[in-house]
């Protein structure tokens, strides 16, 4: 059986790891700001509250007494500048509206508010006068996404589990890609929701790790999901315990943007808001490759940080979600890689995939499950983007995306993308790689 670990345990443990040198994991409160203060996100209504941005370049210092980097910036628009304040007073003025938190969007110069239309005023009645008034650069629904995993898994708990025992290990060749790469130093984003930071298998590999829901250390490291996925993606090896990871030698940096609901069985969630910090925060990062295991509808603000990570040249792996339809966030943005879960049926056009079904992996607390659900798909492409990445640094998406497709194979009646048979072409392209 699975033994828990005490908070008060956990706490000690992050506070002690955060005071190593890197590559170790820092504590997922640590107390950092650049993204603007924690708000309670469980109190946000998707079906009620907008997101509004407004510019926000930000003012020279100041060379008076009394003022801040920022210009008179009240403490309560934390990244704000003058101009920014300034708009949003007007805003809240002429519409009535509440805000509940906001927070500055240094790599698009704008600053975002989620806020509650006022009484009387439905939410596509605001919108459509937002929209209109030159003020805003951008109003939106708050919008809800889900992590793409089956919450119906069988009730076997396995506590010796071995490297043969995985399925999508077993099923890509990843030992006999091993022999060439194993993922050393590619810098892997997974924004999710929070990550065991503690499992054996787990906290070597984690060299940072953010909390962009709450300041709650004890439920960051009970998180499953992201638990899931990021063994999948780079359980340390021959450690002598647990399971072999795809990547085993990459590095993580996980983003906790989704959480569990108190009471319910159901998957985890993300907003607009939670999402938008996350991806904000990697684009200030050196990773090349970003971990996306969810969905949900599209959305403007989500896809401007998205193309401005494509832009910058970074990889991002999506899971299609399980109905199939592969159109919104953030399958519906060009250059991203969609994965599903591997089938005997064709795959839409361009759609990878990868073993998605009975995947044994880490669980929060030490332990191991099986798990379902293109989630753990998307986690296994991601692995092998990074064991490509080790070999040729400058790889880009497209290349790797027709690469991935070109070498799958079918197995078991599924086609399915294979480690080795990728390695194996891509070291004929690259023979100087290892």
Request: charged letters at 15%; one cysteine or more; a negative charge.
């Amino acid at each position: 059986m699975k033994h828990g670990v005490p908070a008060c345990l956990l706490i000690a443990a992050m506070a002690a790891l955060a005071a190593c040198t890197p590559p170790r994991p820092t504590a997922p409160d640590s107390g950092d700001t650049s993204q603007g203060p924690i708000a309670n996100v469980q109190t946000m209504d998707t079906s009620r509250d907008i997101v509004l941005a407004v510019a926000n370049p930000l003012d020279p210092p100041a060379t008076h007494a009394g003022s801040s980097l920022l210009g008179y910036t009240p403490a309560g628009a934390y990244g704000a500048g003058q101009r920014a304040v300034s708009t949003l007073a007007a805003l809240k003025q002429s519409y009535g509206i509440r805000e509940i938190t906001g927070w500055p969007i240094k790599s698009l110069d704008l600053y975002c508010i989620v806020l509650e239309p006022p009484a009387g005023m439905t939410r596509e009645a605001l919108l459509e006068v937002l929209s209109k008034d030159s003020r805003v650069q951008l109003a939106q629904p708050l919008q809800d996404y889900a992590v793409y995993a089956d919450t119906t898994q069988g009730a076997h708990r396995y506590n010796d589990p071995y490297a043969n025992l995985q399925r999508g290990f077993v099923e890509t060749d990843a030992a006999l890609a091993h022999n060439v790469t194993r993922g050393d130093g590619v810098h892997v984003a997974i924004v999710d929701t929070g990550v065991d930071m503690m499992h054996p298998d787990i906290q070597g590999s984690v060299a940072q790790a953010r909390n962009l829901v709450d300041a709650n250390v004890a439920s960051f490291n009970a998180d499953s999901h992201g638990t899931e996925v990021a063994g999948i993606i780079s359980a340390i090896g021959d450690n002598h315990q647990g399971i072999v990871g795809i990547a085993p030698k990459a590095i993580l940096s996980i983003y906790k943007a989704c959480w569990y609901l108190p009471g319910s069985n159901t998957g985890a969630h993300c907003n607009s808001f939670t999402l938008a910090k996350a991806l904000a925060a990697v684009i200030d990062t050196d990773a090349r490759i970003v971990n996306l295991s969810l969905g949900g509808p599209a959305d403007p603000l989500l896809n401007r940080l998205l193309g401005e990570l494509l832009r910058q040249g970074r990889i991002v792996v999506a899971a299609m979600p399980p109905e199939g339809n592969n159109g919104g966030f953030p399958n519906d943005t060009p250059g991203v890689i969609v994965v599903r879960a591997g089938s005997s049926s064709p795959p839409p056009p361009g759609v990878l995939s990868a073993p998605g079904n009975d995947i044994l992996t880490t669980q929060p607390g030490g332990g191991y499950d099986f798990t379902t659900g293109s989630s753990m798909a998307a986690a296994h492409v991601s692995g092998i983007v990074a064991l490509l990445l080790a070999m040729a640094p400058k790889l880009d998406a497209r290349t790797v995306h027709d690469l991935l497709l070109r070498t799958s194979k079918t197995t078991n009646g599924k086609l399915q993308v294979d480690a080795a048979a990728a390695v194996a072409t891509l070291r004929t392209q690259h023979p100087a790689s290892p």
